[in-house]
Protein backbone atom coordinates (compact mmCIF):
# COMPACT_ATOMS: atom_id res chain seq x y z
CA UNK A 1 0.00 0.00 0.00
CA UNK A 2 1.14 3.57 -0.45
CA UNK A 3 1.82 6.06 2.44
CA UNK A 4 0.35 9.62 1.34
CA UNK A 5 0.75 12.69 2.83
CA UNK A 6 -0.69 16.32 2.88
CA UNK A 7 -0.10 19.71 3.70
CA UNK A 8 -1.61 21.74 5.52
CA UNK A 9 -3.17 19.21 7.26
CA UNK A 10 -6.32 22.32 8.02
CA UNK A 11 -6.05 26.03 7.45
CA UNK A 12 -8.48 28.92 8.13
CA UNK A 13 -8.36 31.49 5.16
CA UNK A 14 -10.12 34.94 3.80
CA UNK A 15 -12.20 34.95 0.68
CA UNK A 16 -10.81 36.10 -2.31
CA UNK A 17 -7.70 33.96 -1.23
CA UNK A 18 -5.99 31.39 -2.86
CA UNK A 19 -4.67 28.23 -1.09
CA UNK A 20 -2.47 25.10 -2.24
CA UNK A 21 -2.39 21.71 -0.96
CA UNK A 22 0.28 19.23 -1.50
CA UNK A 23 0.23 15.88 -1.85
CA UNK A 24 3.22 13.50 -1.43
CA UNK A 25 3.08 10.32 -1.92
CA UNK A 26 5.81 7.52 -0.95
CA UNK A 27 6.33 5.28 -4.38
CA UNK A 28 5.76 6.24 -7.95
CA UNK A 29 2.32 6.03 -9.21
CA UNK A 30 0.81 7.38 -12.20
CA UNK A 31 -2.74 8.19 -11.36
CA UNK A 32 -3.03 10.63 -8.43
CA UNK A 33 -6.87 11.73 -7.72
CA UNK A 34 -8.04 14.97 -5.82
CA UNK A 35 -11.42 15.29 -3.76
CA UNK A 36 -13.45 17.50 -2.02
CA UNK A 37 -15.75 16.46 0.97
CA UNK A 38 -18.39 18.89 2.38
CA UNK A 39 -19.20 19.36 5.60
CA UNK A 40 -21.17 16.16 6.25
CA UNK A 41 -20.87 14.92 2.93
CA UNK A 42 -19.62 12.45 0.78
CA UNK A 43 -16.84 12.40 -1.42
CA UNK A 44 -16.31 14.20 -4.73
CA UNK A 45 -13.98 13.59 -7.29
CA UNK A 46 -12.91 17.09 -8.74
CA UNK A 47 -10.05 15.70 -11.57
CA UNK A 48 -7.59 12.86 -12.00
CA UNK A 49 -4.40 14.10 -12.48
CA UNK A 50 -1.96 12.02 -14.51
CA UNK A 51 2.04 12.65 -14.57
CA UNK A 52 3.09 14.53 -17.63
CA UNK A 53 -0.44 15.63 -19.01
CA UNK A 54 -3.21 17.61 -18.17
CA UNK A 55 -5.57 17.06 -15.49
CA UNK A 56 -8.77 15.65 -16.13
CA UNK A 57 -11.40 17.68 -14.46
CA UNK A 58 -15.39 16.54 -13.44
CA UNK A 59 -18.20 18.03 -14.22
CA UNK A 60 -18.86 21.03 -12.11
CA UNK A 61 -15.24 21.99 -11.36
CA UNK A 62 -12.79 24.33 -13.85
CA UNK A 63 -9.07 24.06 -14.33
CA UNK A 64 -9.25 27.96 -13.19
CA UNK A 65 -10.69 27.83 -10.21
CA UNK A 66 -8.63 24.44 -9.27
CA UNK A 67 -5.40 24.40 -10.68
CA UNK A 68 -3.36 21.37 -10.56
CA UNK A 69 0.43 20.38 -10.89
CA UNK A 70 1.64 17.25 -11.16
CA UNK A 71 5.28 17.47 -11.75
CA UNK A 72 6.48 14.09 -11.00
CA UNK A 73 5.29 10.33 -10.19
CA UNK A 74 5.15 11.10 -6.32
CA UNK A 75 4.06 14.41 -5.95
CA UNK A 76 0.67 16.59 -6.65
CA UNK A 77 -0.80 20.22 -5.46
CA UNK A 78 -3.94 21.51 -5.79
CA UNK A 79 -4.85 24.87 -5.48
CA UNK A 80 -8.38 26.16 -4.68
CA UNK A 81 -8.43 30.01 -6.26
CA UNK A 82 -10.03 33.00 -5.65
CA UNK A 83 -11.95 31.50 -2.50
CA UNK A 84 -15.30 31.70 -0.36
CA UNK A 85 -16.91 30.27 1.83
CA UNK A 86 -18.23 27.48 -0.10
CA UNK A 87 -15.08 26.29 -0.58
CA UNK A 88 -14.79 25.09 3.28
CA UNK A 89 -14.23 21.35 2.84
CA UNK A 90 -11.99 18.39 3.67
CA UNK A 91 -9.66 17.92 0.34
CA UNK A 92 -8.73 14.85 -0.31
CA UNK A 93 -5.43 13.26 -2.40
CA UNK A 94 -5.51 9.78 -3.47
CA UNK A 95 -3.86 7.20 -5.57
CA UNK A 96 -4.41 4.12 -7.50
CA UNK A 97 -3.29 0.70 -5.83
CA UNK A 98 -0.83 -1.63 -7.59
CA UNK A 99 -3.75 -3.40 -9.25
CA UNK A 100 -5.57 -1.85 -11.89
CA UNK A 101 -8.65 -0.84 -11.52
CA UNK A 102 -8.56 -1.36 -7.88
CA UNK A 103 -7.78 -0.21 -4.22
CA UNK A 104 -7.46 3.61 -3.56
CA UNK A 105 -4.94 5.28 -1.04
CA UNK A 106 -6.07 8.42 0.90
CA UNK A 107 -4.07 10.89 2.44
CA UNK A 108 -5.37 12.24 5.52
CA UNK A 109 -7.04 15.29 4.35
CA UNK A 110 -6.28 18.87 4.22
CA UNK A 111 -9.16 20.81 6.17
CA UNK A 112 -9.94 23.99 4.78
CA UNK A 113 -12.02 26.63 6.23
CA UNK A 114 -13.29 30.35 4.47
CA UNK A 115 -14.21 33.46 6.37
CA UNK B 1 -25.78 12.19 -9.23
CA UNK B 2 -24.67 9.96 -6.42
CA UNK B 3 -24.07 6.34 -7.90
CA UNK B 4 -24.19 4.70 -4.54
CA UNK B 5 -26.66 5.39 -2.18
CA UNK B 6 -25.87 4.13 1.93
CA UNK B 7 -29.08 3.06 3.55
CA UNK B 8 -29.50 3.82 6.89
CA UNK B 9 -27.50 7.34 6.83
CA UNK B 10 -26.88 7.15 10.67
CA UNK B 11 -26.81 3.40 12.97
CA UNK B 12 -26.20 3.50 16.77
CA UNK B 13 -25.49 0.12 18.12
CA UNK B 14 -24.06 -1.39 20.90
CA UNK B 15 -20.68 -2.87 21.70
CA UNK B 16 -20.86 -6.63 20.61
CA UNK B 17 -23.81 -6.52 18.31
CA UNK B 18 -23.68 -6.89 14.59
CA UNK B 19 -23.92 -4.17 12.30
CA UNK B 20 -25.26 -4.29 8.64
CA UNK B 21 -24.85 -1.28 5.56
CA UNK B 22 -26.44 -1.37 2.47
CA UNK B 23 -25.46 0.43 -1.04
CA UNK B 24 -27.48 0.61 -3.92
CA UNK B 25 -25.78 1.88 -6.94
CA UNK B 26 -27.86 1.98 -10.86
CA UNK B 27 -24.95 1.76 -13.28
CA UNK B 28 -22.98 -1.66 -14.01
CA UNK B 29 -19.65 -2.09 -12.01
CA UNK B 30 -16.07 -3.77 -11.89
CA UNK B 31 -15.94 -3.48 -8.92
CA UNK B 32 -17.84 -2.32 -5.08
CA UNK B 33 -15.41 -1.28 -2.93
CA UNK B 34 -16.43 -0.11 1.30
CA UNK B 35 -14.15 2.52 2.87
CA UNK B 36 -14.00 3.72 6.23
CA UNK B 37 -13.69 7.34 7.60
CA UNK B 38 -12.69 7.99 10.99
CA UNK B 39 -13.67 12.17 12.01
CA UNK B 40 -13.09 13.49 8.73
CA UNK B 41 -10.21 12.04 8.41
CA UNK B 42 -8.41 9.81 5.27
CA UNK B 43 -10.30 7.16 4.16
CA UNK B 44 -9.31 3.51 4.62
CA UNK B 45 -9.65 0.73 2.26
CA UNK B 46 -11.89 -2.21 3.91
CA UNK B 47 -12.59 -4.67 1.26
CA UNK B 48 -13.36 -5.13 -2.64
CA UNK B 49 -15.58 -7.50 -4.11
CA UNK B 50 -15.58 -7.74 -7.86
CA UNK B 51 -18.83 -7.95 -10.08
CA UNK B 52 -17.90 -11.36 -10.66
CA UNK B 53 -18.12 -12.39 -6.89
CA UNK B 54 -20.79 -12.64 -4.63
CA UNK B 55 -19.42 -12.71 -1.27
CA UNK B 56 -15.90 -11.77 0.92
CA UNK B 57 -14.76 -11.62 4.17
CA UNK B 58 -12.00 -10.17 5.56
CA UNK B 59 -11.82 -10.61 9.74
CA UNK B 60 -14.84 -8.99 11.20
CA UNK B 61 -16.21 -7.95 7.57
CA UNK B 62 -18.56 -9.85 5.25
CA UNK B 63 -19.55 -7.99 2.44
CA UNK B 64 -22.41 -9.65 -0.19
CA UNK B 65 -23.00 -7.87 -3.40
CA UNK B 66 -26.41 -8.62 -5.23
CA UNK B 67 -25.46 -7.19 -9.35
CA UNK B 68 -28.92 -8.32 -10.16
CA UNK B 69 -30.40 -5.64 -7.86
CA UNK B 70 -27.76 -3.46 -8.09
CA UNK B 71 -27.26 -3.39 -4.27
CA UNK B 72 -24.51 -4.61 -1.54
CA UNK B 73 -23.92 -5.07 1.95
CA UNK B 74 -21.62 -4.37 4.53
CA UNK B 75 -21.83 -6.22 7.65
CA UNK B 76 -19.30 -6.21 10.50
CA UNK B 77 -19.71 -8.57 13.40
CA UNK B 78 -18.88 -8.40 17.05
CA UNK B 79 -18.66 -4.24 16.68
CA UNK B 80 -17.05 -2.42 18.82
CA UNK B 81 -16.18 1.03 20.08
CA UNK B 82 -13.45 1.51 17.65
CA UNK B 83 -15.72 0.72 14.79
CA UNK B 84 -17.17 4.06 15.30
CA UNK B 85 -16.69 5.80 11.76
CA UNK B 86 -18.61 7.09 8.35
CA UNK B 87 -18.36 4.17 6.14
CA UNK B 88 -18.60 4.68 2.42
CA UNK B 89 -19.47 2.45 -0.68
CA UNK B 90 -17.62 2.77 -4.07
CA UNK B 91 -18.31 1.78 -7.30
CA UNK B 92 -15.91 1.64 -10.65
CA UNK B 93 -18.23 1.53 -13.49
CA UNK B 94 -17.81 -0.38 -15.60
CA UNK B 95 -17.14 0.40 -19.18
CA UNK B 96 -14.92 3.95 -18.57
CA UNK B 97 -11.55 3.76 -20.35
CA UNK B 98 -10.93 6.17 -17.63
CA UNK B 99 -10.98 4.78 -13.84
CA UNK B 100 -12.54 6.72 -10.87
CA UNK B 101 -14.59 6.07 -7.94
CA UNK B 102 -17.92 6.90 -7.19
CA UNK B 103 -18.55 7.43 -3.49
CA UNK B 104 -21.99 7.18 -1.89
CA UNK B 105 -23.31 9.60 0.53
CA UNK B 106 -22.37 7.10 3.60
CA UNK B 107 -23.64 5.72 7.05
CA UNK B 108 -22.66 7.00 10.51
CA UNK B 109 -21.71 3.80 12.45
CA UNK B 110 -21.96 4.58 16.20
CA UNK B 111 -21.05 1.94 18.66
CA UNK B 112 -21.78 2.62 22.48
CA UNK B 113 -19.17 0.74 25.03
Known amino acids: SAVISQKPSRDICQRGTSLTIQCQVD?????MFWYRQQPGQSLTLIAT?????????ESGFVIDKFPISRPNLTFSTLTVSNMSPEDSSIYLC????????????FGPGTRLTVL | SQQGEEDPQALSIQEGENATMNCSYK?????LQWYRQNSGRGLVHLIL?????REKHSGRLRVTLDTSKKSSSLLITASRAADTASYFC?????????????FGKGTLLTVNP
Open chain 1, 94 to 105: SVEGSGRRDTQY
Open chain 1, 27 to 31: SQVTM
Open chain 1, 49 to 57: ANQGSEATY
Open chain 2, 27 to 31: TSINN
Open chain 2, 49 to 53: IRSNE
Open chain 2, 90 to 102: ATDLSGGSNYKLT
